[in-house]
C-alpha cells in the first residue's frame, strides 16, 4: 500500500494551460504539504493543510491553489502554467504539526512548453 | 531564514569508506531531520534529532547536533553502493509553523 501517492507522476503541457496534480494519503495524518523542488534540487514550502485548514501559504503566485476535499486528500490546482512553474512538485504528509517525520509522494514532474 | 545548508554539496567515496555530510541553519530550532533521495524519487526520512539532544544513532548512520553552532552532521559508516543518493537537512521550528525548511542537498556517490 503507497503511503502517499500523487498523480500524475510526469506532465507535459504548453504555457497558459491549467493543470492539476491529485495527491491522497492513507497514513491517517492531519496534515498535508505541498513542496516544489527546481532544478537544483532546492525543496520549497509551498503549502500546507492541518484538517482541512491551510496553516502556511509561502510567496507562492495565486495561480496556484491548493485544494482539500478531505484531511486524506491534498490538490494542486495551477492556472495560466508559466514556462518557471517546471518542477517537481512534492506531495508530503506527518501526522500533525511540528510532530517531525515528512512522508513524501514520488513526486509530480511538470514541464511546461 | 532559517534555511538550512548542507556541505558539501557533492561527495564521492569508495564503498566501505565513511561518509560525514554537515548541515548548518540560522535560528533556532525544536527538530532537525535528515532525508535522503534517490533520483527521481521522493524523499524519505531517516533520523529526527530533538534541539535537546546531540547524537543519534541508526544503523549505519549516526547524527550529531550541535546547538550552539546551529550545525548537524550525518555520519554514514561503511557505506555501500545503494547509499548512493541526495540528503536533506530539515530544520522545524514551533515558529515557523508546519515550514520544515530543507537546505540544497548534499549529493553522495559512493562507488563501488
Known amino acids: ?113 | 531564514s532559517q534555511q538550512g545548508e548542507e556541505d558539501p554539496q557533492a561527495l564521492s567515496i569508495q564503498e566501505g569508506e565513511n561518509a560525514t555530510m554537515n548541515c548548518s541553519y540560522k535560528t533556532s530550532i525544536n527538530n532537525l531531520q535528515w532525508y535522503r533521495q534517490n533520483s527521481g524519487r521522493g524523499l524519505v526520512h531517516l533520523i529526527l534529532i530533538r534541539s535537546n539532544e546531540r547524537e543519534k544513532h541508526s544503523g549505519r548512520l549516526r547524527v550529531t547536533l550541535d546547538t550552539s553552532k546551529k550545525s548537524s552532521s550525518l555520519l554514514i559508516t561503511a557505506s555501500r553502493a545503494a547509499d548512493t543518493a541526495s540528503y536533506f537537512c530539515a530544520t522545524g521550528s514551533i515558529n515557523y509553523g508546519q515550514n520544515f525548511v530543507f537546505g540544497p542537498g548534499t549529493r553522495l556517490s559512493v562507488l563501488p
Open chain 1, 1 to 113: 500500500d503507497t503511503a502517499v501517492s500523487q498523480t500524475p507522476k510526469y506532465l507535459v503541457t504548453q504555457m497558459g494551460n491549467d493543470k492539476s496534480i491529485k495527491c491522497e494519503q492513507n497514513l491517517g495524518h492531519d496534515t498535508m504539504y505541498w513542496y516544489k523542488q527546481d532544478s537544483k534540487k532546492f525543496l520549497k514550502i509551498m503549502f500546507s493543510y492541518n484538517n482541512k485548514e491551510l496553516i502556511i501559504n509561502e510567496t507562492v503566485p495565486n495561480r496556484f491553489s491548493p485544494k482539500s476535499p478531505d484531511k486524506a486528500h491534498l490538490n494542486l490546482h495551477i492556472n495560466s502554467l508559466e514556462l518557471g512553474d517546471s518542477a517537481v512538485y512534492f506531495c508530503a504528509s506527518s501526522l500533525g504539526a511540528n510532530t517531525g517525520e515528512l512522508f513524501f509522494g514520488e513526486g509530480s514532474r511538470l514541464t511546461v512548453l
